[in-house]
Structures are given as C-alpha cells and as structure tokens.
C-alpha cells in the first residue's frame, strides 16, 4: 500500500519562507512522477510544481515560478517543495502526489496521478 505524508505547513509571514516534505512509505519514489497541488477554500485544486520520473526535468506554475523549488531526495523517499517569497495568495492545503510512473503525461492536470497525501495547511500572513 502506498502512502504519502506530508509535513512542513504552518504559519509564515509574507516575504517569508517555508519548507514542505513528502515521505512516501509502502514504494520507493524513484521511478516516479511527483507533483505538488494546493487547494484554498472555495477554489478548485491547483497544479504548483511537477519533477519527473528520472529528475531530469521540474514543472512550475506560473503562479510560483523563481519563487518555488521542487527536488527529490530517493534516498530518504522523500519530496520537498521549497516556497520562498511567500505571499498571502500562497495559502491554501497543499498536497502532494505520484503517478504510477508514466513516461509522459500531462503535469497539471490532477488526474494523471494515483496517490495522494492528506495534505499540509500554509498560511502566509502578518
């Protein structure tokens, strides 16, 4: 059984920044696809960053691009998002997710991947 925890999320001032991790148990990460999502109250789950399979490649948002930084650790089975610059709009849940390790597939879209965490809160405010 695979499961994806995330941890990190709390309160952060604007300007600031924040760390979140994703330990993956009951599968190794490496040779999968690994996503960040978020999700604030009232709006639909929204794509943040991607790192493919081999971790050659990373996708960002618009929203979060020069600000975030996604890497992977297959090591410790674990997925990092690295948020600086944080600003208010930044809050929401933010998720974490794996495919079943296709080659190809479409980043944002939430449906390409299988396995999701619970979910972590960042709030940035002053």
């Known amino acids: 059984q695979v499961q994806l925890v995330e941890s990190g999320g709390g309160l952060v001032q604007p300007g600031g920044s924040l760390r979140l991790s994703c330990a993956a148990s009951?599968?190794?990460?490496?040779?999968?696809?690994l996503a960040w999502f978020r999700q604030a109250p009232g709006k639909e789950r929204e794509f943040v960053a991607a790192?493919?399979?081999?971790?050659?490649?990373?996708y960002y948002a618009d929203s979060v691009k020069g600000r975030f930084t996604i890497s992977r650790n297959n090591a410790q089975n674990t997925v990092y998002l690295e948020m600086n610059i944080l600003r208010p709009e930044d809050s929401a849940v933010y998720y974490c997710?794996?495919?079943?390790?296709?080659?190809?597939?479409?980043?944002?879209?939430?449906?390409?991947?299988?396995?999701w965490g619970q979910g972590t809160q960042v709030t940035v405010s002053s």
């Open positions: 790192a493919s399979w081999n971790g050659r490649d990373t």
């Open positions: 009951g599968r190794t990460i490496n040779g999968f696809n």
């Open positions: 997710a794996m495919d079943k390790g296709s080659r190809y597939l479409a980043w944002s879209q939430s449906y390409e991947y299988d396995y």
